[in-house]
């Protein structure tokens, strides 16, 4: 079982819908979640991170934590063509803990 | 947050040498990490640079193949060592934020072609 796993798309939506991005994890342990963006050819950027169970709400962005489901979500409200990328799930521990990445979900918002 | 400046953003390097990579952090920070992304695939972890120690690493990456220093508390080099073209990888540096639930921040990245 991989450690962080999401579905690496391509999620396909039209301008202006909300993108729901998924991802669970497998270790109980981890305190730390944290949604990345990467556009082609560069490299992630932290675009939220969230702690505790329910939503944090940044902009046209919300994260969602469920540590019972062990489950993570990013939903993006009137998705843009430049929201178009790469989204990364990432997992740690607490403290100097590495961080552990899920393959990506690609999305592409049509004009 | 941190910035980090990453050098050399891309190379084409003949299979057998040696390339060494160059993260340069504008504070100081305990920890550096080096990651490798291969196309399609995720960030895999290579190793953990702490200053004034040997780094620690991940399993299926070894110190012969990826030599490690970490000089001070902002500056860090991985070499990728006799190459081949399976080590064609993008190589990224990154360090952790402030807290301890602070998440990463990337340097720019090395786009590695090896031929």
């Known amino acids: 079982q991989k450690e962080v796993e999401q579905n690496s798309g391509p999620l396909s939506v039209p301008e202006g819908a909300i993108a729901s991005l998924n991802c669970t994890y497998s270790?109980?342990?981890?305190?730390?979640f944290f949604w990345y963006r990467q556009y082609s050819g560069k490299s992630p950027e932290l675009i939220m991170s969230?702690?505790?169970?329910g939503d944090k709400e940044d902009g046209r962005f919300t994260a969602q934590l469920n540590k019972a489901s062990q489950y993570v979500s990013l939903l993006i409200r009137d998705s843009q063509p430049s929201d178009s990328a790469t989204y990364l799930c990432?997992?740690?521990?607490?403290?100097?803990?590495?961080?552990?990445f899920g393959i990506g979900t690609k999305l592409q918002v049509i004009p | 947050s941190a910035v980090i400046s990453q050098k050399p953003s891309r190379d084409i390097c003949q299979r057998g040498t040696s390339l060494t990579i160059q993260c340069q952090v504008d504070s100081q920070v305990t920890m550096m990490f080096w990651y490798r992304q291969q196309p399609g695939q995720s960030l895999t972890l290579i190793a953990t640079?702490?200053?004034?120690?040997?780094?620690?690493?991940e399993s299926g990456f070894v110190i012969d193949k990826f030599p490690i220093s970490r000089p001070n508390l902002t500056f860090s080099t991985l070499t990728v060592s006799n190459m081949s073209p399976e080590d064609s990888s993008i190589y990224l540096c990154s360090v952790e934020e402030d807290g301890l639930r602070a998440g990463y921040t990337f340097g720019s990245g090395t786009r590695l072609t090896v031929v």
């Open positions: 640079a702490n200053q004034g120690s040997e780094a620690t690493y």
């Open positions: 990432a997992v740690k521990n607490g403290g100097y803990q590495k961080v552990t």
């Open positions: 270790d109980r342990g981890s305190q730390s």
């Open positions: 969230i702690y505790s169970n």
